[in-house]
């Protein structure tokens, strides 16, 4: 059931790397002691940068942003991100099921990939999980 979207880029910054540290760490130093990037902004590249927006992937799964609930986000960082680099992100759905809860009834849980890679190393992947309530 994979549903494979056409590539995407993003160059990452330093403008993105200082708001985003600002954002989630709020300490510049904890940043400069990994080396300037947070791995968490494996997210911003991917949300910004996939080849499909999220309304994108929501009108391939047939479903509106108000019945769908993020759930987990797993990071694999393969090396350190770096500012002033282009990354190109591979976005898939690699995973569907249909489930129904007693008290939430039925709902689709979809599993998403990023792949971000530098040239032709790659760099993390982010997997996403999507709750999608359906009607009875």
Same mark, same amino acid.
């Given at each position: 059931m994979?549903?494979i979207?056409?590539? !995407?880029r993003?160059?990452?910054?330093?403008h993105?790397?200082a708001?985003?540290?600002?954002? %989630?760490?709020? /300490?510049? @130093?904890?940043?400069?002691?990994i080396?300037?990037?947070?791995? #968490? *902004?494996a997210?911003?590249?991917?949300? @910004?940068?996939?080849g499909a927006?999220i309304? /994108?992937?929501?009108? $391939?799964?047939?479903?509106?942003?108000?019945r769908?609930?993020? !759930?987990e986000?797993?990071?694999?960082i /393969?090396?350190?991100?770096r500012a002033?680099?282009?990354? #190109? *992100?591979?976005?898939? *759905?690699?995973?569907s099921?249909?489930?129904?809860?007693r008290?939430?009834?039925?709902f689709?849980k %979809?599993t998403l990939?990023?792949a971000l #890679?530098?040239?032709d190393?790659?760099?993390?992947?982010?997997?996403?999980t999507?709750? $999608?309530?359906?009607?009875?």
């Amino acid at each position: 059931m994979p549903h494979i979207f056409a590539p !995407g880029r993003f160059t990452l910054r330093p403008h993105h790397v200082a708001l985003w540290t600002d954002a %989630v760490a709020g /300490d510049a @130093n904890e940043a400069a002691r990994i080396g300037g990037v947070l791995p #968490s *902004i494996a997210l911003l590249l991917c949300f @910004n940068g996939a080849g499909a927006s999220i309304d /994108d992937i929501m009108a $391939i799964l047939d479903t509106k942003p108000e019945r769908v609930l993020f !759930g987990e986000i797993e990071l694999e960082i /393969d090396r350190p991100l770096r500012a002033g680099l282009t990354y #190109s *992100i591979d976005t898939a *759905i690699v995973g569907s099921e249909h489930k129904h809860g007693r008290k939430t009834g039925p709902f689709d849980k %979809v599993t998403l990939r990023y792949a971000l #890679s530098e040239g032709d190393r790659r760099a993390a992947t982010v997997t996403q999980t999507w709750i $999608i309530s359906r009607d009875a």
